[in-house]
């Protein structure tokens, strides 16, 4: 099973709302990653976790707080949001991170839209 | 640093026309190399990749030679059908830390 799944599919929240984002696999991998992607544009990292330990955060606003309860789960937890923070959040998995040059696995995406 | 310049889209093809879209990419060690497919309202799908140099990833049809000599990595197909009509991503990532760099994109659309 290669599969990551991510809920909810689509989320419309206004900019004082608090929201989650939940991702979550079953390949034993120990990397999970955060994307965003804007339209017509490519993934752009924002987290990732390795060992269930956060090890890159690419100077993402803190409204954006990420939390891996465990080596499976994923959330993205969201909070005063932008209209500029609309985008496809992307959840991903790989093997490691830093022991080898993984592929990885991408979830379908949760559609966000911050009115 | 690390990057990928892809050949700029879109890109409109016939049904069963052959397909190139170019690769190029910078890196300071030995990347290992992928391609994407990003259909419609999805995620990415790894399309195919490749670990180290001469590597001939292939799948679905779709096949790229990972050539260090000129830093290509380019997707053909011989075929292609409008169902491959997407979004195609080339990336890479270096052995140590998997920081994957991707492309700008290339999008594919397929007339029958």
């Known amino acids: 099973d290669t599969e990551v799944t991510q809920t909810p599919k689509h989320l419309v929240m206004g900019m004082t709302n608090k929201k989650s984002l939940k991702c979550e696999q079953h390949?034993?991998?120990?990397?999970m990653y955060w994307y965003k992607q804007k339209a017509k544009k490519p993934p752009e990292l924002m987290f990732v976790?390795?060992?269930?330990?956060?090890?890159i955060n690419e100077s993402v606003p803190s409204r954006f707080s990420p939390e891996c309860p465990n080596s499976s789960l994923l959330n993205l937890h969201l909070h005063a949001l932008q209209p500029e923070d609309s985008a496809l959040y992307l959840c991903?998995?790989?093997?490691?991170?830093?022991?080898?040059?993984?592929?990885?696995?991408f979830g379908p995406g949760t559609r966000l839209t911050v009115t | 640093g690390n990057s990928v310049t892809q050949m700029e889209g879109p890109v409109t093809l016939s049904e069963e026309a052959f397909l190139t879209i170019n690769c190029t990419y910078t890196?300071?060690?030995?990347?290992?190399l992928f391609w994407y497919v990003q259909y419609p309202g999805e995620g990415l799908q790894l399309l195919l990749k490749?670990?180290?140099?001469?590597d001939k990833g292939s799948n679905k049809g779709f096949e790229a030679t990972y050539r260090k000599e000129t830093t290509s990595f380019h997707l053909e197909k011989g075929s292609v059908q409008v169902s491959d009509s997407a979004v195609y991503f080339c990336?890479?990532?270096?052995?140590?830390?998997?920081?994957?760099?991707f492309g700008a994109g290339t999008r594919l659309t397929v007339k029958p």
């Open positions: 991903a998995s790989s093997q490691e991170v830093g022991t080898g040059a993984y592929e990885q696995y």
């Open positions: 390949m034993g991998h120990r990397a």
């Open positions: 976790y390795s060992y269930e330990k956060l090890s």
């Open positions: 890196a300071t060690g030995y990347p290992s």
């Open positions: 490749a670990t180290k140099a001469d």
């Open positions: 990336a890479l990532s270096e052995w140590n830390n998997n920081d994957m760099r």
